[in-house]
């Protein structure tokens, strides 16, 4: 798993790529651990690349969320694949977080 | 068809794990929504069998066999520890409060319930042994 910051003014877009599992979990939570992370007003998450996720991963997520929702740090996922978006809809998450089909449709979230 | 692999219990080892299913399943044309279901199925209890039944001993091994019957896959993992590990089946977690408590854990068990058609832990001699089937067309 490969986590690529790219930040802008108030966005900071990471692009995932490989498979988040209970082993490479780590590498997302340390990027989104990071205090700095909350001076920016959203946080994209770009799916395109990322083919595999497990609970391990989805929990990285739903641990940080409660902390962006305190800053006011929007968290938004986007280009997710089919098989990945269907974890999140097993669980019921995609009710509970904000998932668009495309980067535009995240930058205007 | 029949598939057999063993691995020490490290979470190093969770792509191989993957790589074997997917491979396994390879040649029966299946949506990639549905391989992915059985994938996760296995990555997720070979993960709690590592990390909380052998607490990552690498000294310690799994053993995972995958048989394809009509239109049936059937797994079954067995720990070699002589811990004893069932876990609890948590159908219905409420995923809002694991947000509002920052959870990361919990779930894992839930997913599998959820994707495979039939989930079984069980004791062979002083060993762990999980069961899991799923109809595939």
């Known amino acids: ?109 | 068809m029949k598939s057999a692999l063993r691995i020490a219990c490290s979470r190093r080892h969770l792509q191989q794990v993957r790589d074997f299913v997917r491979n396994h399943l390879s040649n029966r044309q299946l949506p990639e929504v549905t391989v992915n279901q059985v994938v996760l199925a296995v990555d997720e209890v070979v993960a709690n069998f590592i990390i909380h039944a052998n607490g990552e001993d690498e000294t310690q091994f799994l053993d995972l066999e995958l048989d394809t019957d009509g239109h049936d896959i059937n797994v079954e993992i067995a720990d070699h520890s002589d811990t004893v590990y069932l876990p609890g089946q948590h159908q219905n977690p409420d995923l809002s409060e694991y947000i509002r408590q920052g959870r990361k854990g919990g779930m894992g068990m839930t997913l599998v319930n959820r994707l495979m058609d039939r989930v079984e832990f069980f004791t062979r001699g002083n060993h762990t042994v999980c069961h899991l089937s799923k109809h595939i067309l």
């Open chain 1, 1 to 109: 798993m490969k986590v690529t910051a790219q930040p802008t003014a108030d966005t900071l877009t990471l692009l995932l790529d490989g498979e988040l599992d209970a082993s490479s979990a780590i590498v997302l939570d340390t990027e989104l651990a990071k205090p700095d992370i909350l001076d920016y007003r959203k946080v994209l998450i770009d799916c395109s690349k990322l083919s595999y996720i497990s609970s391990a991963g989805l929990g990285v997520f739903i641990s940080h969320l409660q902390r962006f929702q305190d800053a006011n740090v929007k968290l938004v996922f986007f280009n997710m694949q089919e098989k990945v978006f269907n974890v999140f809809e097993i669980l019921g998450l995609d009710a509970l977080m904000t998932i668009v089909p495309s980067a535009t449709e995240a930058e205007a979230a």
